[in-house]
């Protein structure tokens, strides 16, 4: 007698960042879900240059089984277990560390990555015929006489879907088609990111050996690391007020190669180690800053769309905080789990039956009640430290003894990186409990071969 194969669920994932590729791993383990990837690039190529994840996106790798990017080798941890240290920019004096504040495993602790390390050890998890390169997306519309949302690229293909994922960065396309209202802003900072062989400062004499943050007045501030691979990481930084009509950079592009002998200029004044740190670096890029409001839903509806919400959004397509926080890869993997675990609990492996329209609706609210109240709150942090308050620092010249008091009172990011996404999504599941009684059988949802209690 032939085997029955159990009723079939399509997931399309639009991006194949981390939270997409998260998401999918999320998911591999379930016989009857259909995960596709479509990625616009050519290739997968990682844009970016060093990448933090803190204990939140560090356990989130390990419940994905992606331990290989818990590895010493692409993952660098401080020896000091300090998340960050904070450095004055004349005396090189550490005025100021962050603290693991929970219990943290030392597997777990704030690591700093090489973005295409991270891709690579994320992409060994996933099979690549998933993932279709080369798709643009253009728009999405209901076909509401079969069921199923229809996607479309702009070289005219389509594929058809029950989910819809939204993974494709802060100025997703997914995001504004269905709210054009979302669009990003430029918040006046600008990085300038390297990524060179160590051996370049090597000979540096007093070169920091951990992941360390040198202030200087003025929100001005210079963050070096080793990576894994023998590798280093420089950051520079220019800040302007985005409403200044003659505010430099307001037109850069997103990694465009940027000229070392700038931002050397920047430092000029700093000490002698942060200048023979940015003199040694040999090449940066350019990453004008940008962010938007936070939106009102994430479980999206089309015009016209009888079947209910049926798009959801991850990564910074969801939260479009401008890398504040160094928050974005962890924020991204905590998505992409939450998203697979509200998914598998409508839809356990080894159900009879696929997922009602009703049972997709709730599962993509237990999604959002999972993540939206604690990325809502890091959007706005983040707008709390743009606009008024930016332009306000530019145009007040700050003491020494002012910069001392910043680097030790500033806020406290444990919240954010030791943020608990197993927690919050069993809290959720209660606030939710008696919305959709028909799908409350299981007790176990397994993710990424994590069994995670209900």
Known sequence: MAETKPPGLQITIIGAGIAGLGAAIALKKHPAIDVQIYERAAELQEIGASIALGPNGMRTLERLGVNNALDESVAFRNKSGFPMIYRHYQTN?????DTHRGHVDPLHHTARFYRAHLQQALLKHVDLAQIHLSKSFRSVAARNSEGKLIITF????????????????????VRTFLVPTSATAWTGWVAFRSVFPISHVAHISGLPDEATHFW???GRTLFTSPLGKDLFTVVASHQSDPSAADAPYSDAVWDEDGDVSVFREFYQDW???AQAIVAATPHTSVYPNAAARGLDTWVLSLPGDSKGGRVTLAGDAAHAHGGAFAA??????????AFAAAVM??????????????????????????????????????HEGNGEKVAKALRETETD???RERMKSRGDPAWIHEHDVLGEFQRALGELKGEN?????VDVVVVGGEQVML
């Open 93 to 97: 004096e550490v005025v100021s560390v």
């Open 154 to 173: 702009h070289d005219g293909t389509t594929a058809t879907t029950d989910i819809l994922l939204g993974a494709d960065g802060i100025r997703s396309r």
């Open 216 to 218: 200087g007045p003025n």
């Open 271 to 273: 000490s002698p180690l």
């Open 328 to 337: 974005g890869g962890s924020l991204a993997l905590d998505d992409a789990w």
């Open 345 to 382: 609990h409508v839809f356990p492996p080894g159900s009879a039956r696929k997922p009602t329209e009703e049972d997709v609706g709730f599962a993509l609210r237990l999604y959002e009640a999972t993540r939206k109240k604690h990325t809502d709150k890091v959007i706005r942090a983040v």
């Open 401 to 403: 003894e002012a910069l």
């Open 437 to 441: 009684d028909a799908v409350k059988v």
